[in-house]
């Protein structure tokens, strides 16, 4: 048998040199360059990867909490060290006045979105996802008074790393985070409020367009008749803003792919029996029109959502934030 003794091996028609390793590898290991010319054996994973035996890449995935209400854990995955979350708190629901006008819609839950949340694989965090206010509990002739039946926070591992309030009363929601923005306010004797969007404020009672992939507040109808909800927001991503409701009485429209909300009662239904939720997610409620019966009132805000992606090139408030 012959064998053919070379340190280094060489196109016929010229190019790089590459120098062999002076030692076998192991059973399974691959020769790689160094880009200057040297071969080595290295491990499949490694030559996959680089020198370094780091990989280059890291897993692509989400998680989203927004069928149910109130605390969840997300355990995170192998080899994911970092992740993106927005959160969207529950809109209020409809608020009841001191007397027998007042009635109102609530205002809408909050959206705060933060990229780059360090996180250690096998580690179980603690996330919430805000509930929609529920019916007014006030005493007296006229259940549900200003701030009753608000809307419940959405957090990922606390409310002071990122997260989306709930609304309070007619007042939307806040959040915090490295952007977002704060749900639309309700209004005496007027609809809900819109959910905040990723760089924009949801809009007001009696309607106007969103901003930022926020939605926009119910447009009103009459004081008599029940009240439009809020549109909500989705958790997808910065898309289009809500824009004006079309009619009055038309519920707000929903911003980023969110839900519309519910349009008011009119001249044809029985005053307060239609059900007015706020739009998904966050969306502020509808109320019950003036000299209504307070009690017929089923209007909840919209509630509220967590989603959480990681992978590289993703980044709230648009950047590769759809599923994957």
């Known amino acids: 048998m012959s064998i053919i003794v070379v340190d280094e091996l060489q196109a016929s028609d010229g190019g790089t040199p590459l120098k062999l390793p002076k030692k076998d590898g192991t059973s399974g290991q691959s020769l790689q360059t160094d880009g200057k010319g040297q071969l080595k054996f290295a491990d499949a994973a490694a030559a996959a990867s680089g020198s370094s035996g780091s990989s280059s890449t890291s897993p692509v995935g989400q998680a989203f909490y927004g069928f149910g209400e109130g605390i969840a854990n997300w355990t995170c995955p192998p080899d994911v060290t970092s992740v993106c979350v927005v959160c969207i708190g529950g809109g209020s629901g409809n608020q009841g006045g001191a007397t027998s006008s007042g009635h109102g819609g609530g205002g ?45 926070h959405s957090y990922f591992i ?72 809020g549109g909500g927001v989705g ?27 519910r349009a008011g009662e009119n001249g044809y239904t029985s005053k307060g029996q239609l059900y007015r ?17 307070w009690p017929q009132s089923l209007d909840k805000g919209g509630r509220g959502c967590v989603r959480i992606i990681w992978g590289n090139g993703r980044a709230f408030p648009a950047t590769g934030t759809g599923d994957m």
Do not use: C, F
């Open 108 to 152: 809408g839950g909050g959206l705060g979105w933060k990229n780059d949340i360090t996180v250690v694989p096998g580690t179980v965090y603690e996330l919430q996802m805000g509930h929609g206010g529920d019916l007014g509990m006030g005493g007296g002739a006229y259940q549900g008074q200003n701030g009753a039946g608000k809307g419940g």
């Open 277 to 293: 939720p706020g739009g998904l997610y966050g969306g502020g409620a509808g109320g019950v029109g003036d000299n209504s019966y």
């Open 235 to 261: 958790p997808w991503g910065q898309g289009n803003s809500g824009q004006n409701p079309p009619n009055t009485g038309s519920g707000g429209m929903g911003g980023s792919g969110g839900e519309d909300g």
């Open 158 to 229: 606390d409310t002071n790393t990122v997260s989306g309030h709930g609304g309070n009363g007619y007042t939307g929601g806040s959040y915090t985070g490295t952007g977002g923005g704060a749900g639309g306010n309700g209004g005496s004797s007027d609809s809900g409020g819109g959910a905040g969007g990723y760089t924009g404020n949801g809009s007001n009672y009696n309607g106007g367009a969103g901003s930022g992939g926020s939605a926009s507040g119910g447009r009103n109808y009459s004081s008599t008749w029940g009240w439009p909800s």
